[in-house]
């Protein structure tokens, strides 16, 4: 195949590829083993395990050409970037081309495995009965991975949790001493088996991958243990590599090995190997003839293949949700009245009892605190240490080991402790979690909730107060909650936990207990348990009639923001002039409901509590003020904190640079009268 994109090097490098040419020993012999029910990560050099676990070259070329009958991506991804869902082959969940990463899904597979095998026989009847996935009681996990993608930070976040739980998982290294320019006296102070010698808890082995018997030997023992052992494993093969690293960065560029290089071919080594095993010269030459006829004719077939349609492009950004109407009861009788936070708490609890697929996991949410706001209290004590458990402080971890749960079909809800922290997992929400259900083509959409506390309240300062809802949003492919209050957060946590795509819920810490004056709005009394808020339904919670021969104000807010804007119009006296719009979800946003009411009132205002400039509500007011310009009578207008670098801890600073009450009514009146 390598040799056939060679040959064709003007039609097939359209589109980038790698070969595995040099690698292709252990990966033949990885790929023989692995079984149907195993969870497979191959990187992007991977195409003779591809071939190994039964795919064929036809299947792969489809992929290279990027065409519509492409049985990974539907002509969306590079090649040989894998995912596969297929009875019969090993299941091969989304990832990223960002080497490394993958390590961190792959190992939520493993953490998943982990969870099942700790339910008594009962829970796992009831779990598969639930989910769409099962796993056998051996399965395990095989994350392939090239030697200078383990000087990644989130390739030992990975480890790490490996060791820790004791996953039943393979990290599979092929070193070929290259990143793509840079060589490993370059960029690495020691090779991945050294590396590996830091995670207590890993069996590491360094073997020859150009070696057949050794690298199959030695794989099958090791497969052999992780089966019936469940713990974790590094094999770190060197092998050479004997092809360009991509079709757009061509060897002679920059290789000063390449004849060293060819003296460890693994091709003549494998032919001197078979023929030691009784097949003749002629036989062999047979399976070379017979190869490059079948390579040949697999790529004029997949040449003839009809792209992508335009239509393609629209497909698969989201799996469909169940949720689509309000349902349940959001005020029943004799129910008490409750704070924001609790009403997360007791809607986790309802969707555990219920659901042995939903875990509950992040920093200090485990029993002995049970979260930082007590979001998560009781959780641990009521479900066990399996089911509700802190993690490391690994925020990429935890969000992108939720790829690697949902594949292994269960719900994880998980959340940073503060918005702040969501930094270090944006590699994950964005590349990983975001993209999968896309890229593959429908294939493996990625079912869990992120919880986030955010917001300014009590002098948090600039570490613990910062909204960061803007980046976010612009991740395409989750959705966004920002409730206001307690019912709304229970019925979108409901709804979110049975959405088969990933969620990411703020939730303002200053309204968990309202205790910031002016937020008792925030609390409600709880809502049934079987209560659900559909994303993208505002909520138009202060209606006003237009009236000709007044000016109106439609406010469109969400989070904080509302209770600024109902206290301000109260103070001002103007309810029936002033309508507010409460988005409750960023993404999908409705904006029909907006729409129609900045229509109907002739102005609006739109209050967020992020800094305002290139943000979300920019974006929001830029669609307003184009959707409804024929409509208005003033220009669409924002008010947000300030735009300076973080929120000071100092009171009077923090109070300075955020929206209040006050603040709000002045620019209402600024609005009003223009």
Avoid at 221 to 245: D, M, Q
Avoid at 273 to 294: P, T, V
Avoid at 392 to 407: D, K, L, N
Avoid at 420 to 449: A, H
Wanted: with cysteine; proline share 5%.
């Amino acid at each position: 195949m390598a040799e056939l994109y060679e040959e064709n090097f003007k039609q097939v490098s359209k589109y980038v590829h790698a070969t595995s040419r040099g690698h292709e020993v252990i990966q033949t012999a990885i790929g023989m083993q692995l079984l149907p029910q195993d969870y497979a990560f191959p990187y992007y050099r991977d195409d003779a395990m591809l071939l190994a676990i039964g795919m064929k070259p036809y299947d792969l070329m489809l992929q290279l050409l990027a065409k519509k009958a492409d049985p990974f991506s539907g002509g969306r991804t590079y090649y040989s970037h894998p995912s596969l869902n297929d009875i019969d082959k090993p299941k091969i969940p989304h990832q990223s081309s960002a080497t490394g990463m993958q390590a961190i899904p792959a190992t939520g597979v493993a953490l998943g495995f982990h969870y099942r095998e700790s339910l008594t026989e009962d829970q796992r009847n009831e779990l598969e009965s639930n989910s769409s996935s099962s796993s056998a009681s051996d399965s395990i996990v095989v994350c392939s991975l090239g030697d200078a993608s383990v000087t990644e930070g989130e390739i030992a976040e990975a480890m790490q949790m490996a060791a820790l739980k004791q996953l039943p998982i393979l990290y599979l290294v092929q070193d070929n001493g290259w990143d793509i320019s840079a060589n490993a006296a370059e960029t690495r102070a020691q090779n991945a088996y050294e590396y590996a010698a830091g995670f207590h808890g890993i069996e590491r082995i360094s073997i020859d991958g150009t070696d057949f018997e050794e690298s199959y030997n030695t794989l099958n023992e090791v497969i052999r243990k992780i089966r019936s052992e469940r713990r974790p494993f590094l094999v770190h093969a060197t092998v050479p590599l004997l092809n360009h690293h991509t079709s757009g960065v061509r060897m002679e560029f920059y290789r000063d090995d390449l004849e060293e290089s060819r003296e460890r071919d693994p091709y003549p080594r494998m032919r001197d190997l078979m023929q030691k095993n009784g097949f003749s010269a002629e036989e062999l030459d047979d399976f070379d003839a017979f190869a490059k006829a079948e390579t040949q004719k697999a790529l004029e077939q997949a040449t003839e293949m009809p792209d992508p349609e335009p239509a393609d492009l629209y497909m698969h950004d989201f799996a469909p949700t169940p949720i689509t109407e309000e349902k349940g009861e959001r005020s029943p009788a004799g129910a008490e009245k409750v704070v924001m936070v609790d009403c997360a708490l007791f809607a986790i609890e309802e969707l555990m009892r219920k659901h042995p697929e939903c875990l509950l996991y992040g920093q200090d949410v485990g029993g002995r605190l049970g979260g930082v706001f007590r979001e998560a209290a009781t959780l641990a004590q009521k479900f066990g240490d399996n089911r509700v458990f802190n993690t490391p402080i690994q925020e990429a971890f935890i969000v992108g080991s939720t790829v690697g749960m949902s594949a292994a079909g269960l719900k994880p809800i998980v959340e940073v402790q503060f918005a702040d922290y969501i930094w270090p997992g944006l590699n994950q929400l964005f590349t990983e979690v975001s993209r999968s259900c896309y890229l593959s083509n429908g294939k493996w959409p990625v079912s869990m909730i992120l919880r986030v506390p955010i917001g300014a309240y009590g002098s948090g300062g600039p570490y613990h107060s910062s909204s960061m809802e803007s980046v976010v949003s612009n991740i395409r492919g989750l959705k966004i909650a920002y409730p206001s209050n307690g019912a709304d957060l229970k019925g979108l946590m409901k709804a979110a936990y049975y959405d088969p795509n990933p969620v990411v819920i703020f939730e303002h810490k200053g309204l968990y207990w309202s205790k910031v004056k002016g937020t008792k709005g925030a609390t409600s009394i709880e809502p049934s348990e079987d209560y659900v808020l559909p994303f993208g339904k505002a909520w138009v919670l202060q209606e006003i009639w237009k009236k000709e021969e007044e000016e109106t104000l439609s406010i469109i807010t969400y989070g904080m923001g509302v209770h600024w804007s109902m206290n301000a119009t109260a103070e001002l006296g103007l309810q029936d002039r002033v309508e507010i719009v409460d988005l409750r979800t960023l993404h999908p946003l409705d904006y029909e409901t907006v729409f129609a009411s900045v229509k109907k009132c002739g102005k609006c205002l739109v209050v967020t509590e992020e800094p305002s400039e290139n943000s979300f509500s920019r974006a929001l007011q830029g669609r307003i003020q184009e959707e409804c310009f024929r409509y208005l009578d003033a220009p669409v207008m924002v008010i947000g904190s300030e735009n300076m670098p973080a929120i000071p801890l100092n009171s009077v600073l923090e109070e300075t640079m955020i929206p209040s009450t006050e603040k709000v009514k002045v620019k209402i009146d600024e609005v009003l009268k223009y």
